[in-house]
């Protein structure tokens, strides 16, 4: 598993892959600090479908890069109600899902999968266990 966390600069809105916090900005060299409340883990499943293009996350309509096929980000937030829509290629359909980051819950862990249709695919969110996500 990654061990990398991906983020927003707030300063020039670049969106990275880092190893930590503090570090400078790729882009504007300001520092990024992390969240420390939670994260938000998001693995998309393995699929010979549509594996060449990229899935366009977004974290309550914030965009957040891109997510390979069988590829695991995680997202350090703050405590607070999420919703997470992705998105494959020029196709918008999305089965979103909601949840909260609390004290009691700091880790959610979310599975996506694309959901062939007759005119055009879906991309299928789910909430899930951790012991069910891909070990490292
Ligand atoms: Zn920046």
Do not use: W
């Not at 974290?59 to 997470?84: F, S």
């Not at 609390?102 to 909430?127: C, D, W």
């Amino acid at each position: 598993m990654s061990q990398f966390f991906r983020i927003k600069c707030p300063s020039c809105g670049n969106v990275a892959d880092v190893a930590g916090t503090g570090l400078p900005c790729g882009n504007c060299k300001s520092p990024l600090n992390l969240p420390e409340d939670g994260v938000i883990q998001i693995y998309r499943m393995g699929s010979p479908m549509g594996i060449a293009v990229g899935m366009g996350i977004y974290l309550n309509e914030n965009p957040l890069g891109h997510l390979a096929n069988a590829e695991t980000i995680r997202i350090p937030v703050p405590y607070g109600h999420y919703k997470l829509h992705m998105t494959h290629g020029a196709n918008r359909k999305c089965k979103d899902v909601e949840f909260d980051i609390t004290p009691e819950e700091r880790v959610v862990y979310v599975k996506a999968h694309l959901k062939m249709g007759f005119i055009s695919n879906t991309v299928v969110l789910e909430k899930v266990t951790g012991d069910t996500m891909p070990q490292p």
